[in-house]
């Protein structure tokens, strides 16, 4: 299956696929225009159904890719484009090819930024009349001057001069829907095939493309012994590393130590172009001029400053590129600079820190402008910061002069949005472009586990390297901790109860602890009490002690799953160094992965007859008062057996879903980059036997009837 959206590059990989393994590439309005003028018999239900205005259904589409992978030029196989476009039809054409004892063997999905995608399609005018086609930025016209924007006034044919036109689909605003509704079908069909997809990066030249892509098919690419653009240094060569992070990831602590262990120095392009010009030598005095006549310094001028600077002593043994490369073009340029000598670029580092921490960490700083002295309002507060308070230039002094603090310019959260926004809109596409080499780090933790990550992606040996892991597979013989994560709807009330019979270990809510402990009138039990009874909220601490004395219980001496703790990174630390102190540590997480749109499907249907607490679902089990292609409300929404109104719950809602499932993924993201090597993210949008089936095999528990086909092998 090929999948891509508009501008990805499908229209030149297909005819390479089709050319290499000799298989035909099949689209879904080719196959129906073709059943219906063949008038086969699948073709005359097809044709009977749009005469009469209708939309063919998902089992008369089947029934078409059944009739044409039949045929003789699909005895090697096939390639289906642009189908399946939805769950249910991949659970169709699964079904369909199981049942002659086959599966679909690989999904290759083109990947390119939006932003990419937008300046590739949003360019195109045409000549009506000819045929013609122009970009304003790859194309131009002659009519097009430097440094305008294109517009109907200045995009004239070269040889007509008549106005060139924009197709209607080309737009960015037609552009953005159609991309809005690619990803909406198609991150849950990447999420079903999630074993055999193959995503390849289509942000580069189209060869580069089809080397990910035959590799991806087993397929030998001629010229292979050409040398690969991004590969590891060669015997003896440098050391070229790249550092990415956004402001406040940790880049200045990490890159010194990258330059202690492997002897390399850290190159900024601002440092080198000062260097250069305060050295006077030939690009510094070309640089100087260009700066000195208020112009931009080209990437081709900068690429030969970086020459300069790499030729030097210091970096014999190699260099840490950090600020530059900016965009792809440029990055393209230093991989033909090294290339030229030889080199290439060994390892990219990629330093993650979601946003909302990013923001904690940055928009808390506050200076003491005469002294230089810094504060945090969280972290480091000054003294004149009262508990509860929030930071302002009234409550915000300098512990020793009492004088106003500051922040700066860049350092609010409006500016901090436009700088993150930025960073990631350059570096997702460079990630891209060294997709090969890149060693993204979870940069939200401690620092020393932090440089842990960063030292091992480069093969350099920590000290102590003995130490304990933080979080490993259990002990020999250890008990089995288990986290589960997973948004409302996404089925771990069906999943846990079988984690519960598989392992025998008990499922444990932070609410339910908390009550049980109160109850029970425990020493922490009548701790919660007090706070609760006073309206307090329940510390970290004290949750952390409640779970402390939950599993010590004799229910857990084989393992215990938590499920809605840890809600924070704070308290997974608090959890992770709890269980140390008994020389344990979380030994799986698992996460249960739906799509946004099929959660609100799943619980925005939810209707209940509150008296009896019968349920219902507008799609999937309608009351009979709902007549098909009505619109759920609660003047048709009526109980089976009375005839009562229905009623929604007050979170079934979508506003209401929307803001839970905001909470969820901003809690969650970092708590799964907490524990990143030890997650298992599972596609809970299939059936539930499959959803077990992943959980199962991420645990090494063995399913019963495991000697049934695989759906993708």
């Known amino acids: 299956i090929l999948f891509g959206p508009p501008g990805a590059g499908k229209g030149t990989v297909a005819p390479r696929i089709v050319e290499s393994l000799g298989i035909p590439q099949l689209s879904t309005g080719d196959m129906l225009r073709a059943a219906v003028a063949a008038k086969t018999e699948v073709g005359l239900k097809a044709a009977s159904v749009m005469q009469s205005g209708g939309l063919v259904s998902d089992e008369l589409v089947v029934e078409v890719v059944r009739s044409r992978i039949s045929e003789d030029d699909c005895k090697k196989g096939f390639i289906l484009d642009g189908f399946p476009r939805t769950v249910p039809q991949a659970e169709m054409l699964d079904e369909m090819l199981r049942s002659a004892g086959e599966c679909v063997g690989k999904v290759v999905s083109l990947n390119v930024p939006d932003s990419v995608l937008e300046e590739r399609i949003c360019g195109r005018w045409i000549h009506k009349a000819s045929g013609r086609s122009y970009h304003s930025k790859f194309k131009p016209p002659k009519s097009l001057k430097q440094g305008e924007s294109p517009s109907v006034s200045n995009m004239k044919d070269d040889e007509t001069g008549d106005d060139l036109m924009q197709r209607a689909d ?45 590799s991806s098919l087993g397929v030998k690419v001629e010229g292979d012994g050409k040398k690969k653009q991004h590969a590891n240094k060669k015997e003896g060569g440098r050391d070229i590393l790249i550092l990415f992070g956004p402001p406040g990831a940790g880049k200045g602590t990490v890159a010194p130590r990258i330059v202690e262990s492997l002897g390399i120095p850290q190159l900024s392009t601002g440092d080198m172009l000062r260097a250069a010009v305060a050295a006077k030598t030939e690009v510094g005095l070309k640089a100087a001029s260009v700066m000195q006549s208020g112009g931009l310094v080209s990437d081709e001028l900068v690429v030969e400053v970086v020459r300069s600077r790499i030729s030097e002593d210091d970096c014999k043994k190699g260099f840490i590129l950090d600020g530059f490369p900016r965009t792809v073009p440029q990055a393209e340029m230093l991989d033909e600079m090294l290339r030229s000598a030889g080199e290439c670029v060994g390892k990219v580092v990629s330093l993650n820190v979601p946003d909302s921490v990013l923001e904690e960490r940055i928009c808390g700083r506050w200076i003491h402008k005469a002294s230089g002295r810094s504060y945090h309002s969280k972290f480091k507060p000054p003294k004149s910061l009262k508990q509860g308070e929030s930071p302002s230039v009234s409550n915000m002094k300098d512990d020793e002069t009492g004088d106003d603090l500051m922040q700066r310019a860049d350092d609010t959260k409006e500016a901090l949005s436009k700088r993150l926004e930025g960073y990631h809109t350059q570096t997702v596409p460079l990630l891209s472009h060294y997709n090969q080499i890149v060693a993204s780090v979870n940069a939200n933790q401690n620092a020393d586990n932090v440089w842990e990550e960063v030292a091992s992606s480069l093969g350099v040996k920590v000290e102590g390297d003995g130490k304990k892991k933080q979080h490993a597979n259990k002990k020999e013989g250890g008990r089995d901790i288990l986290i589960l994560f997973g948004p409302p709807g996404a089925g771990k009330g069906t999943v846990a109860p079988r984690i519960v019979e598989s392992l025998g270990i008990p499922q444990l809510s932070t609410g339910d602890m908390l009550r049980a402990a109160v109850a029970a009138k425990t020493e922490v039990g009548l701790k919660a009490a007090s706070v609760m009874q006073s309206g307090g909220l329940v510390s970290d601490e004290l949750v952390v ?169």
């Open 170 to 214: 080309d737009t960015k605003e037609a552009l953005s829907k159609r991309l809005e509704g690619y990803h909406t079908q198609t991150v849950p069909l990447l999420s079903h095939y999630n074993q055999i997809v193959a995503s390849v990066n289509a942000n580069q030249n189209a060869d580069n493309v089809w080397e990910e892509v035959a």
């Open 545 to 713: 002690e409640v779970v402390r004395s939950r599993i010590s219980e004799d229910d857990c001496k084989k393992g215990f799953i938590l499920d809605g703790f840890p809600r924070t990174v704070p308290q997974a630390e608090m959890l992770d160094e709890m269980l140390r102190s008994a020389g344990e540590c979380v030994g799986k997480v698992v996460s249960l992965n739906v799509p946004d749109s099929v959660l609100e499907e799943r619980i925005c249907g939810r209707w209940i007859h509150k008296a009896s607490g019968r349920s219902y679902h507008s799609k999937f089990k309608p009351p009979k008062s709902l007549k098909q292609g009505e619109s759920p409300s609660v003047s048709n929404m009526k109980d089976d057996e009375t005839g009562d109104d229905l009623m929604q719950r007050a979170d079934d809602t979508k506003e209401a879903l929307s803001k839970r499932l905001e909470g969820y993924h901003t809690q969650t993201v970092p708590l799964l980059s907490h524990y990143n090597q030890i997650v298992a993210s599972v596609n809970a949008n299939q059936n539930a036997d499959n959803v077990w089936e992943e959980v199962a095999s991420s645990l090494g528990v063995k399913v019963e009837g495991d000697g049934k086909k695989k759906q993708h092998a």
